[in-house]
T-cell receptor
Framework: GDSVTQMEGPVTLSEEAFLTINCTYT??????LFWYVQYPGEGLQLLLK???ADDKGSNKGFEATYRKETTSFHLEKGSVQVSDSAVYFC????????????WGLGTSLAVNP | DAGVIQSPRHEVTEMGQEVTLRCKPI?????LFWYRQTMMRGLELLIY????????DSGMPEDRFSAKMPNASFSTLKIQPSEPRDSAVYFC??????????????FGDGTRLSIL
């Protein structure tokens, strides 16, 4: 079945460092791909999405490109801030799964001043 | 615009008691999801509804858990009897109608449940 694999955390960075969180997927067909972010004590929020190959999703300085050839959707940010400290989830949605999202396990990011 | 509204935000109760969690989805959304989040197991989908009809309840842990959606604007998740291992944060999410695979889910702030 469909699955999502994320790099394990926690990831600890200094402010202004470059961030990459790896996400790869296994799916039939042409899934849509998402990154969600969960700040402490809150629910998950959609960060960005891409619905077809080579699409780039972007929001708040974060970017991810849908790479069908490598089945990847890595999250990147050029310069992280302390306020980016959160847990990041990669997910996919496939027409065969109706509206159900397939989730990665989440990657915790801590950014130090 | 109002987001997904969950109540209560926190619940502490003794084992054996009935617990009812409530969710109001975003108006116009026709899919609703219940999740459980723990440190050990991460984010788990318990059940989801389309147009108020349960579509997949394979994630419901056992018969002590039940969920209903009597109308488009309200859903409940009930645990009876509750056990300490049910302690977790429970999230409700809703998703709009439209092309099935590209609609994001919108989450509530969750209910933090502690069973003593």
């Amino acid at each position: 079945g469909d699955s999502v694999t994320q790099m394990e955390g926690p990831v600890t960075l200094s402010e202004e460092a470059f961030l990459t969180i790896n996400c790869t997927y296994t799916a039939t067909g042409y899934p849509s791909l998402f990154w969600y972010v969960q700040y402490p004590g809150e629910g998950l929020q959609l960060l960005l999405k891409a619905t077809k190959a080579d699409d780039k999703g972007s929001n708040k300085g974060f970017e991810a490109t849908y790479r069908k050839e490598t089945t990847s959707f890595h999250l990147e940010k050029g310069s992280v801030q302390v306020s980016d400290s959160a847990v990041y989830f990669c997910a996919l949605s496939n027409a065969g799964n109706n509206r159900k999202l397939i989730w990665g396990l989440g990657t915790s990011l801590a950014v130090n001043p | 615009d109002a987001g997904v509204i969950q109540s209560p935000r926190h619940e502490v109760t003794e084992m054996g008691q009935e617990v009812t969690l409530r969710c109001k989805p975003i108006s116009g959304h026709n899919s609703l999801f219940w999740y459980r989040q723990t440190m050990m197991r991460g984010l788990e989908l318990l059940i989801y509804f389309n147009n108020n009809v349960p579509i997949d309840d394979s994630g419901m842990p056992e018969d002590r858990f039940s969920a209903k959606m009597p109308n488009a604007s309200f859903s409940t998740l009930k645990i009876q009897p509750s056990e300490p291992r049910d302690s977790a944060v429970y999230f409700c999410a809703s998703s709009p109608a439209g092309t099935a695979s590209n609609q994001p889910q919108h989450f509530g702030d969750g209910t933090r449940l502690s069973i003593l």
